[in-house]
Nanobody
Framework: QVQLVESGGGLVQAGGSLRLSCVAS????????MGWYRQAPGKQRELVAR???????NYADSLKGRFTISRDNAKNTAYLQMNSLKPEDTAVYYC?????????WGQGTQVTVSS
């Protein structure tokens, strides 16, 4: 059983910043990738950013330069620093942990950006 707990979401004005955290716990041998996805109302869930254990990263092209993912492997924790937030960044942000063919999701944290 794997549990992912996100925190750090909330309401922020456009141009502001938020930092999301995701702590993984439970039974898993390793963590291959940890990442962040988001889902806005009426839209499909989309990749925000993910980081492999070796530090390689993937970002959604539209978010490069504003969002930064980081990891603390010793703590099985992932972070997402979000700067210069826009109203279109409003969504539920989900943390994902993957290893091998398995993927686990957190319950999500709401991020709302007001104009």
């Amino acid at each position: 059983q794997v549990q992912l707990v996100e925190s750090g979401g909330g309401l922020v004005q456009a141009g502001g910043s938020l930092r999301l955290s995701c702590v993984a716990s439970g039974s898993f041998f390793r963590v291959d990738t940890m990442g962040w996805y988001r889902q806005a109302p009426g839209k499909q869930r989309e990749l925000v950013a993910r980081m492999a254990r070796n530090g390689n990263t993937n970002y959604a092209d539209s978010l490069k330069g504003r969002f930064t993912i980081s990891r603390d492997n010793a703590k099985n924790t992932a972070y997402l620093q979000m700067n210069s937030l826009k109203p279109e960044d409003t969504a539920v942000y989900y943390c994902q942990l993957a290893y091998g063919s398995l993927a686990y999701w957190g319950q999500g944290t709401q991020v709302t950006v007001s104009s």
